[in-house]
């Protein structure tokens, strides 16, 4: 059964810096991409980035690109989500989540979510 665990959300100022963790297991995932969505208040499921797990291929959101850094540690089933130039737009809880390859790039439409992590920014 594959688990996903987040961590790294917190309490920051805007201009400021998080790095979010997934924690992966249960499964191998080659073949899969690992991504990041997130939800704030009363809004939608957002697409945040996300990373080919076998070929390291990383797709993000426009109002990340630039500012957000998806990387992956195969050795430890990890998937990180480097946030810099935090804005209080960025408030949400963030999910990690999991898919097979293949089909549209920038979709919620996951497979498999961990409980999610809260990252609030300040202004």
């Known amino acids: 059964q594959v688990q996903l665990v987040e961590s790294g959300g917190g309490l920051v100022q805007a201009g400021g810096s998080l790095r979010l963790s997934c924690a992966a297991s249960?499964?191998?995932?080659?073949?899969?991409?690992m991504g990041w969505i997130r939800q704030a208040p009363g809004k939608e499921r957002e697409f945040v980035a996300a990373i080919s797990w076998s070929v390291g291929s990383t797709y993000y959101a426009d109002s990340v690109k630039g500012r957000f850094t998806i990387s992956r540690d195969n050795a430890k089933n990890t998937v990180y989500l480097q946030m810099n130039s935090l804005k209080p737009e960025d408030t949400a809880v963030y999910y990690c989540?999991?898919?097979?390859?293949?089909?549209?790039?920038?979709?919620?439409?996951?497979?498999?979510w961990g409980p999610g992590t809260q990252v609030t920014v300040s202004s």
């Open positions: 989540a999991v898919r097979r390859a293949g089909g549209e790039v920038v979709t919620t439409n996951y497979n498999y």
């Open positions: 249960g499964r191998t995932f080659i073949n899969y991409v």
